[in-house]
């Protein structure tokens, strides 16, 4: 049994969903381990990870329409708004969606279907850099 | 250390929770890992998983029901209406679920409370044979 | 490789977010394994788990009073209405959150962001005593 840990950075402009599916696969490309499980945390949480479909990028414009009407970005309805009106909407968001994805390998493929995608789903408005902690376990 | 991957098939007759935790159960009882971590990742966007009760189906129906008012089958709301009313909905109830769980075995069991199961969670109509990876890692 | 198995309870006084993180550490931190995999289960389903902020508490205030307005606790709104007007509310928050988290350990430390906690999501008006299943896979 093998194990490496790795971090990912993104920059982010704004609110909205990047795909990193080809950064983390061109990463397990390089890897000496062929099959193993995969573990990603996002180590933020005003940003989250979602599996989602890469098909029709209206699907990703629909994602954060629909999360901005749930969860609005008004300072009379929340506490903590000492970092800015974005900032307690983002963390319900990451809590509504998710702040680790376990993944499979498989003769160093992700194990995905045929329309999915790695999303890092971006909450705040303002640019940010995000750091994605990859740990890979197997042989 | 060994890793065994396979594939489980559920055939959907729209929307709703289908128990497959008999499935993952029996064929986890028939493998040569005693004790490890078994990884499920369903291969789609539209539909998701998620540990719930097993006890009274009426939490099932009002699971589904709940989720309906939350993100309705209204096409103005969208900007991804080509593949139907409920398909932009199904991959906004897939992104506030699961598309994937890992759970632990011991024994061959699955460490799961008194009361919890495996569901499917089925967002779309019409009938669907959804593909669940199982990925089973341990020795 | 090794696994260890590990219960963590929790005594839970009502609605709100539980910071655990110390508990689970310490545990990690007394076993012969320095890197590997931490896949914790909560073995309800009327109480989930996240990831969040422990900076201040009141992101944990809004994050239990936006849920509890999401999910309103109004029995008309439920089939499901025999275990007291919290318990399908406490169903569809567990489902919108996680019932499980899968960690990565490197040197006996829990790969977290600096502001990053792990929180026991009580969705029961009630007392409750709850298990946390740890899962300690690695070498």
Redo the contacts between chains.
């Keep these: 049994?093998q194990?490496i840990?790795h971090e990912i950075k993104i920059n982010t402009k704004g609110q909205g969903l990047y795909d990193f599916t080809n950064e983390t696969a061109s990463w397990i490309n390089k890897q000496k381990i062929n099959?193993?499980?995969l573990?990603i945390?996002?180590?933020?949480?005003?940003a989250s990870l979602?599996?989602?479909?890469n098909a029709?990028s209206?699907?990703l414009?629909?994602?954060k329409n629909?999360f901005n009407k749930?969860?609005p970005m008004e300072n009379k309805?929340?506490?903590?708004t000492?970092e800015g009106k974005d900032d307690?909407p983002a963390?319900?968001k990451?809590?509504?969606?998710?702040?680790?994805?376990?993944?499979?390998i498989?003769e160093k493929k992700l194990?995905?279907?045929?329309?999915?995608g790695l999303y890092l789903f971006e909450h705040r408005i303002e640019k940010h850099t995000r750091?994605l902690?990859h740990?890979f376990?197997?042989?």
Excluded at 50 to 53: A, D, K, T
Excluded at 94 to 104: C, I, V
């Design positions: 049994m194990q840990f099959n193993g499980i573990n945390n996002i180590l933020h949480t005003s979602v599996i989602q479909e029709d209206d699907v414009y629909d994602l629909f749930l969860v309805l929340y506490k903590h000492t307690m963390h319900i990451s809590a509504l969606t998710n702040n680790q994805l376990t993944l499979s498989k194990i995905l279907g045929a329309w999915q750091l902690s740990h376990i197997g042989d």
